[in-house]
Structure formats: C-alpha cells, structure tokens
C-alpha cells in the first residue's frame, strides 16, 4: 500500500468528522496569538501523559522560558491508564490544563464539545501546517478548523532480542517475513524458554490495540470502524484476532493473563521474551534501559499476512478552549511543536518528530538498530488508527469482549460479533 | 460570677451574654439564641453545599442524558435506570460487591480475638502491638494496594514463591484470573482493615470494668467463659459499630481494585464493583446520566442494608 492511501484514508476521516457532526459556534479568538512579547506574564500548565518524554518536555519548556521569561509553565503528569478520563473530567469542570497532549481518538469528542480552542492563528507565531504529515494535520482537524498542532507520530514494529534467538538457536527475523515465520519463531523460542520463564513474544494484547490486534486486523484484510459501522464481525477481522488465539493456544505468544501481571516492556527488559510487538516510542526507552548493549538487541517491521500494513497514529498539542492566558497558550504550543522542539525530540530519541525533515535525526539517535523501518512504515505502508466521535466507548469495551479471544474462553467469531453490535449500538448513538 | 461569666468579661467581646441592661452589638439580636444558630448555620451550610446538594443534583441528573462533558441536560425519565437494570454488569457488579463485604466482615471476630489478646492483663509492649496493626491502616490503599499487586504477582510474586518452593507446581495468577481475583483482593481489603478494626476494639474492651472478671473468677468461671459470656457480650455496641462501618466501607469498594485490577485485567468485568461500574460509566464512557443511577442504587442499596441492621441490632447488642 501507498502512502497516498494512507492520506486519503486520514482524509476521508476528517471529512466524516466534518460531515457528522454539526458543530457550535466557535468564540472568535483569532486575535488571540498576537498579543504576546518577551514582558508577557502568565501562568499555564501543560499536561502530557509519558514519563519517559519528561526530559525532553523540560528542556523544551526551558527554552521556551528563553523567549518569555515571564510565563511559568507547571507541567501537569498523569499516567496513561487515566489521562483521558482526567482530562474529560477536568474539561466537566472548566479546569483543562491549558496546552496539552491530544490523541486522535479523543480530538473530535473534545474539538465537537467546544473544549478546544482553534489554532487556525497559530501561523502567526511560525506555524506552517505544511511542515507536518498532511494525514496528521487532518486527524487534528475538525469542521475545517485546526485543534491540534502534530507533535510526532508512531508506527509499530517488532523489538527482538539477538542473545535470546541465539541461545534458542532460531535465526533473527528477516525482512519480509510472514506471520507464518513469525509464529514458527516464537514457538520455536517459547519451547526452548518454557522452564527459565521465557516467552517467543509477549506483547500487550491486553490492552495495547494499536501494538497489536489493529495491526493483524488490517494485515488480514479487516477493517475496525467504517463511518458508523463496526468491522468487527467481517470474517477478516476476525482472523486478525484469531491468530493471538492460536498463538497463545500453542503457547508460542504470553496469554492475556501473564502480560497483566508483568508489563511485556519490562518482560523484554528484562529477557523474559525474546519478541514484542510496540510503538517506535518504545525504542527510546528502552535505548536508555539497555545502555551498552545495544548490539543484542534488534527492531524488524511487522510480519505480512494478506498485505503488509501498520497502524499509524501520532499525538498533537492543543489549546483549551477556556484558557485564561490564550495568547500566551498559543505561544507555548506553537513553541512545543516547533522546529526547535521538534529537533530536541528527535536528539533525544524521544519520539518520531511530526516536523518535515526531523525524522532522520530521530533514526540517527539509535545507529545499531534499523528504527528506519518505523519512517519506511509511515511512508509505504500505514493505515490511520481508527476512530469514531466517542471512540473510547466502544474502544475501552475491547478487553471485555477480546481477553476471553485470546485466552481461549470464547471462540473468536462469537467474541467479535458481540463486540460489533456493542459498537454498532455505541456509534449510532454518536451524534 | 460563674467562671464562664468570668472568662467572658476577659476575652473579647462575648456573643450571646444576656446582659441585663440589654446593650446591642453591632448585627446582632439580644437574644441569647443568635449567636450559636449562626456557627451552625455556617456549618449547616457547609454540610448542605458539599453533602446535600450534591445528593439532590445526582438525583436530578440520574433523570437526564447530557452530552460527553455534561452539558445540553435533556430529561428523559426513568430511561437511565432501565438501561441500567438491562445491563448484566449491574448484578454482576452488586455479586461482586457483596462477596467483597462478606469476607471483609469475616475480619471483625479476627479482630475481636487479635484484640482480646493484645488487651489480656499483664501482657507487656501493648502499644507496640497496638502500633504494629494500625501502622497498616496509615498507609494509602493505592500505595500498599501496589505492594500487593506485587506479592501477588504470577510469576515473580513472593506469594508464588512460597508455594512452588512448598511444592505446587502450577500456582494461579492471583489477580488476573477471573474468580480468583476478587477474593484475592477481598483477602487484603480483610487485612487492611484489621488495623482500625483492632483499635476500636481495644478501646471498647478498656471500657469493660475490671471488676466484672474479678467477680467471674471469684465464681469460678475460667478465661474462655469469661470471654464469652463478660468480654463478647460487651463488646457488641463495638462491633456493631464495626459491622456497619465495614459494609458501608465494602459497599463503596473501588480505591482497591483500581490500585491492583487496572484496565485490560482479564479478570476486570469479574471483579468490577458497584463504584467501579458507577467510575466506567461516567468517567471512561462519559455517560452521567447512568452514572448518576449507580450511585442512586448505591445509596439505596447502603441504606436498606443499614436499615436492616439497625433493626437487627435490638436482638444482640447490649448497651449496658
């Protein structure tokens, strides 16, 4: 697939938003980006949700404070698990950070609900949409207006662990391979591993869509949302979560119940599997955890099935709609998505910088690793995480309906088709 | 001059003094009422602001949809309440709720007997023992909720350990496994709650006279009947206490769970509480209206069964 597929697919998504929903009267605030200079004083906060991005998110602010000495920025912490429904509960009480951290699954159920303010001025300060992807810039966009500036985005691959498939005595991934070899792999492994505690792949089935199941869907030739319809109970879909059954049957993959216990990030740290399937913001981290060792450790793009495919998302920054300081609001996100920043994200590993052209500096971050094949992957190959208006309904009701898959309780094809008329019923309630 | 008369003529202006030459303060009455109606009344306020208001609001709301943030209110009757009693996690969520109550309640004669002994004449460091079980109580249940979460971890779990080195080959995943879970985590809910459990009891079991055993051993009774028919007996206005205090507790069962379960638990649907239900509904799915008719049930739900354990009280608590 194309990357020209991948735009139209982000299109075709900003054009749903704009066609589903009529929208409120926006405040105008235009002006808002004009008023600031080097005396502004103000106070703002800014939420994010990864610990790890915390080093590049204070020296991003640091320099900020360069330019405007006179804002205090207090950063604002919450874990994943929770920052959505802290930021929903907050946007209840009129208490949104005032730039922050937005998803594309959450972008049209706050930007729909008047909770964003839009950036459209945002140019003013520096910004040219032109410099991000243009499937980013759509997915952050809502009625014709722009609600979030892209931060960076992120495909998936496979992290392998060298030592391990030698000790297994199994050859490394190559690339273009299958899901056929990636399961004789891991089977092949988990055999070998089964009585020190080692898995072939553990990967977070339980909770980590977009680093698993999403992709298989698609690979199969599925789809999970089409306008206001589910495609959970197409047969291909269905194979997309079928096969994490089969392999957790033969014990080749961690069943659901093992990766709650022990997060598979840290299993893979810590050798306990020799495969898991994650984000490219997963390299950073674990760049930093297996210092000095980097040579044991490789990244491969995610094994074909039907077609080669990837789920792409990526995060943004976005102004409340209620912020007390806009202007000074502006500035600061206009400055975290800037060049600037852009440029210490990639330095720092951190994240794959949505700018035009930090790409490159991101992947020279990790020369013993081909984190190429995550850019590859944006560029050739990926699909637009999927979202509805209220995705989180249906999308937190997933592990309800998709655990017992994995773990064998149900049989696939009656799990999915419960699962779709959930989110049948769910996206007809959107409006 | 009686001695409050006297600290009232050296302190500041006296509020409420019914002086005899009937001299007004500024904004106030001359009776002597006004003054101690308006400190209740600031506190009346604060209680009807932050207690009442929000009952009657929840009330309201459970009889409305509003959008994801809470705004346009539409009314739209009982339809909360019908979705509510359609859905099959609402009785799974009350199973859940009461096998967590039960076995927290199993801790009350635990606490009973580990008081007794921790208050037996004669026995020394009382008030290292009393330190050692409320120390627990101390801590935050997100906190110890996560020292737990790690003893009973499947594979590196202390717990685990301990039993495959006493033989079992195959020990379950304590908190991910569906049925298990929920008694794992009423087993540390029963512990945690030992602590404050044991210090109420204490002080009840001081308040029992001394004299009442030494009559009991006079006539001959030995340590365990006067347990049971002395220290039991007036103990129970404690224990009642105790009793309604750790239903209402597990009735509101949710900072446990969402310390030890998490989202993608596979054991998440089996062990969601009352709370837990009432948390998805309106926080992650963002639908208040439901919501709100959780808590509604909720109460209602805490009530009946403090009702029936008012009336129930009049059969075995001894007020003496």
Redesign the interface.
């Given at each position: 697939m194309k990357r020209r597929s991948f735009l139209t697919g982000a299109a075709a998504l900003a054009a749903m938003a704009v066609a589903g929903c009529g929208s409120k009267e926006s405040g105008g605030s235009s002006s808002a980006a004009q008023k600031i200079d080097a005396n502004t004083e103000a106070e703002l906060t800014l939420a994010y949700w990864s610990k790890t991005q915390t080093a590049t998110v204070t020296e991003n602010i640091k320099s900020f404070n360069k330019k405007y000495p006179k804002i205090k920025v207090t950063t604002n912490l919450t874990g994943w698990?929770n920052y959505f429904?802290k930021l929903?509960?907050q946007?209840?009480g009129n208490e949104l950070p005032d730039v922050f951290w937005m998803n594309g699954p959450n972008l049209q159920?706050f930007a729909s609900?008047d909770?964003l303010e839009p950036l459209d001025a945002i140019t003013s300060l520096g910004i040219s949409w032109s410099k991000y992807p243009k499937a980013l810039v759509d997915l952050y966009s809502y009625d014709g207006k722009h609600y979030g500036i892209p931060k960076d985005y992120d495909t998936i691959g496979v992290f392998y662990n060298k030592a391990l498939f030698k000790q297994a005595g199994v050859e490394v991934p190559k690339a273009g391979w299958t899901w056929d070899d990636f399961h004789e792999k891991a089977k092949k492994i988990s055999a070998w591993g089964k009585s020190k505690?080692i898995w072939g792949c553990a990967s977070?089935i339980?909770?980590?869509a977009q680093s698993t199941y999403y992709n298989t869907i698609l690979q199969a030739g599925g789809y999970i949302v089409k306008g206001k319809k589910s495609g959970y109970d197409d047969p291909k879909s269905i194979e997309g979560l079928q096969c994490w059954a089969d392999w957790v049957k033969d014990g080749s993959v961690a069943s659901?119940?093992?990766v709650?216990?022990?997060n598979p990030e840290d299993m893979f740290k810590a050798g306990?599997t020799a495969m898991t399937w994650d984000g490219s913001w997963y390299a950073g981290d674990l760049a930093t955890t297996i210092k000095g060792h980097e040579d044991d450790y490789g990244v491969i793009a995610l094994p074909k099935k039907e077609k080669e495919v990837c789920v792409i998302h990526g995060l943004s920054w976005s102004v409340s709609k209620n912020s007390k300081n806009k202007a000074a609001a502006f500035a600061l996100a206009a400055h975290m998505a800037g060049e600037q920043s852009q440029k210490v994200e990639a330095k720092n590993g951190t994240a794959i910088p949505a700018y035009s052209g930090a790409a490159d500096a991101w992947v020279k971050t990790f020369p013993k690793w081909d984190v190429q094949v995550f850019v590859d992957a944006a560029t050739t190959h990926s699909e637009p995480y999927p979202v509805s208006l209220?995705s989180?309904?249906w999308a937190?009701k997933e592990?309800?309906y998709f655990?017992?898959i994995f773990?064998g309780a149900t049989p696939a094809k009656s799990g999915a088709k419960q699962m779709a008329d959930f989110m049948n019923a769910a996206l007809a309630k959107e409006k | 001059m009686s001695e409050a008369g006297a600290r009232g003529a050296m302190s500041a202006p006296r509020p409420g003094s019914a002086s005899p030459k009937g001299r007004r303060r500024r904004g106030s009455p001359t009776s002597v009422g006004a003054w101690p109606l308006a400190f209740i009344g600031l506190l009346m306020l604060g209680v009807a602001v932050f207690y009442y208001w929000p009952i009657v609001k929840n009330i309201i709301i459970s009889f409305q949809q509003t959008n994801a943030f809470g705004g346009d209110p539409e009314f739209v009757g009982v339809d909360n309440y019908k979705a509510l009693f359609a859905d099959p996690s609402l009785m799974s969520s009350i199973g859940n709720t009461l096998l967590y109550t039960v076995i927290v309640l199993l801790g009350i004669p635990l606490s009973v007997a580990i008081a007794s002994m921790i208050e037996l004449p004669g026995l020394r460091w009382k008030s290292l023992y009393r330190t050692l079980f409320f120390m627990p109580y101390l801590a935050m249940p997100m906190a110890i909720g996560q020292v737990w979460k790690i003893v009973y971890n499947g594979n590196f779990g202390i717990l685990n350990q301990v039993l495959r080195a006493l033989g079992v080959s195959d020990p379950p995943y304590w908190i991910v496994t569906p049925g298990f879970a929920i008694v794992a985590v009423s087993i540390f809910g029963l512990w945690s709650s030992i602590g404050f459990n044991v210090i109420i009891l204490s002080s009840g079991l001081k308040g029992i006279s001394r004299e009442l055993y030494e009559a009991a051993s006079i006539d001959g009774a030995t340590g365990v009947k006067q347990f049971r028919w002395i220290t039991v007996p007036l103990l129970t206005p404690s224990i009642f206490f105790l009793t309604i205090m750790t239903t209402i507790g597990g009735f509101q069962l949710f900072d446990v769970l969402f310390a030890m379960i998490g989202n993608g638990n596979p054991a998440e649907s089996r062990t969601r509480s009352l709370v837990t239900l009432f948390y998805k509904q309106a926080f992650v799915n963002s639908d208040q209206g439901t919501g709100a008719a959780i808590a509604i049930v909720i109460l209602v739900f805490v009530a009946i069964v403090t009702v029936i354990q008012f009336i129930g009280q009049k059969k075995w608590v001894n007020y003496v």
């Open positions: 698990d429904n929903r509960t946007a209840k159920l609900n909770m505690g977070p339980n909770i980590d659901p119940k093992i709650t216990d022990t306990k209220n989180d309904v937190s592990p309800d655990i017992p773990s | -």
